[in-house]
């Protein structure tokens, strides 16, 4: 028996070491997790984002963090993205999953060093209740009215041009008494491709921020999951009544409305064309993405206080039915830039020529911002920047990707579309809708005619004039060029 309590005294101090350490790094973790909540203000973490930290920074994999908080683990590996890229931001460097441990030990003793050289001998952060962090996120206006997630909104400081259009849609967006113009729920920004929707987007977007409390960008680019985008720009929001969501698709519609409701929000909603479906009339929704459709309309629909912008090659399904002069809902067609904003870009980019060369090259870009950069690289690239080297040798644009920027567009069209495309091509003039009927027609009734000029004016790719229908002239020097090749 004597020989077992020196034992039994070993294993209880052990014990009681584990328990001390135990209770030293959770009040490490708990003075690190106060430091960050105070670091991020006004932004606070959701309770489901804490536990990824908390999980992450005890090293657990996100499929034992799913089965302790009884969630997906790839919602988490969502909900844990973004938590990544809001400390990322806050603490100005790269945080990860593996490195969070070591990113915000070390940015909290760069601060208690700092305290200490200023003879403080402690960091004196308040704690940081549940309801205070209610209070910071809901109770506080000014709180909400900061925030903005820009995304990968582009810059704006070199936009040119487009004056009097931008002053016409803020108007549009944010309502006019004077005009009888009502705020709009939903701008779509609609033209083809390259005219310039993003940047426009982007421009009008910052001039008409100090009117919203808050400002997300969403890219759909690469087509997101609805569900994902759905769950993403919830918690983005960083609204905390948010995050008792819902697990069904409706349901978090539903909770994002309420937030729409509540707050001021401007909400870009960029390419949303990458969620539509090719081979088919215009407008509608890729297999799978009719949620976004959904979500559309309960914001064109239902009474809130935000506002969202959308940039598309083709007119989403649903639009033209709500859209109107003293309607919530509008669709703006982006023209070509004017010449003179087309020069600016030339200037930009360093180009030389003489006026008349700059006026021609010009011309030729027929106020595509982006044919006119896409040229600008080859000019740069094969002719020293001088722009009457490249028109001398070359005075066509459609090779490498200002071609497969048309060809992209056109593949997109349904079979009668491209039938339609053709025929005003041949035509080389305005074409009236008893021609198109007479020489497409056939046995093709004329209301599906009709459709498929109404699909391709809401893609931009024909516009109507006093005589009949006709295309834009970069698109006819495409197509030719297709014929021919064909």
Not at 125 to 140: E, F, I, R
Not at 196 to 202: S, W
Not at 381 to 389: I, P, T, V, Y
Request: net charge positive; with cysteine; aromatic share 8%.
């Amino acid at each position: 028996m004597d020989n077992l309590q020196p034992k039994a005294e070993a294993i209880s101090t052990a014990e009681n070491n584990g328990h001390v350490i135990k209770q030293e790094r959770s009040h490490e973790l708990e003075e690190l997790i106060t430091y960050l909540v105070n670091y991020l203000k006004p932004r606070v973490l959701s309770d489901l984002q804490e536990k990824v930290l908390r999980g992450a920074w005890s090293g657990q994999t996100y499929v034992k963090i799913a089965e302790k908080t009884f969630n997906d683990p790839d919602y988490l590996k969502g909900i844990g993205a973004n938590l990544w890229k809001i400390l990322s931001e806050a603490l100005s460097e790269n945080v990860t999953k593996r490195n969070i441990k070591l990113v915000v030990k070390r940015k909290h003793q760069k601060l208690l060093d700092i305290n200490q050289k200023t003879h403080h001998e402690e960091i004196n952060l308040p704690k940081v209740t549940k309801s205070a962090l209610k209070t910071a996120t809901l109770g506080n206006e000014s709180v909400t009215n900061s925030y903005r997630d820009w995304g990968d909104a582009p810059d704006s400081s070199l936009f040119h041009g487009r004056t009097q259009e931008l002053a016409t849609l803020e108007r549009w967006l944010i309502g006019d008494c004077d005009r009888n113009y009502r705020r709009s729920r939903v701008l779509a920004l609609l033209g083809i491709g390259g005219i310039g929707k993003t940047a426009l987007a982007a421009k009008l977007a910052r001039q008409v921020a100090p009117k919203f409390d808050i400002v997300i960008w969403k890219s759909l680019r690469n087509a997101p999951n609805f569900k994902n985008f759905l769950s993403e720009l919830i918690f983005t929001s960083g609204d905390r009544q948010m995050f008792c969501i819902s697990d069904t698709a409706e349901g978090q519609i539903n909770n994002l409305m309420d937030y729409l409701r509540r707050n001021r929000c401007l909400l870009i909603f960029d390419h949303l064309d990458n969620i539509l479906a090719s081979g088919k009339l215009g407008g509608q929704y890729l297999d799978g993405y009719q949620g976004y459709g959904q979500l559309l309309r309960r914001i064109q629909d239902e009474s809130h206080q935000s506002s969202v912008i959308i940039t598309s090659r083709e007119k989403p399904t649903g639009l033209s039915l709500r859209e109107g002069r003293k309607s919530l809902v509008r669709s703006h067609v982006v023209k070509g830039l004017a010449k003179d904003a087309m020069l600016k870009i030339l200037d930009d980019r360093g180009l030389t020529g003489s006026e008349s060369t700059l006026q021609q090259f010009c011309d030729r870009c027929e106020g595509n911002p982006l044919i006119l950069k896409m040229a600008t690289a080859t000019i740069e690239a094969l002719f020293a920047g001088d722009l009457h080297k490249f028109i001398s040798h070359n005075n066509n644009l459609l090779y490498g990707g200002i071609w497969q920027l048309l060809d992209q567009q056109f593949q997109r069209l349904s079979g009668l579309e491209q039938q339609l495309t053709y025929y005003l091509a041949l035509e080389n003039k305005d074409a009236s809708f008893t021609q198109l009927a007479d020489n497409i027609g056939g046995k093709i009734p004329y209301c599906q005619i009709i459709e498929a000029l109404e699909s391709l004016q809401g893609r931009s790719l024909i516009e109507i004039t006093a005589t009949g229908f006709i295309q834009q002239p970069i698109m006819l020097e495409y197509l030719k060029k297709k014929l021919l090749s064909n």
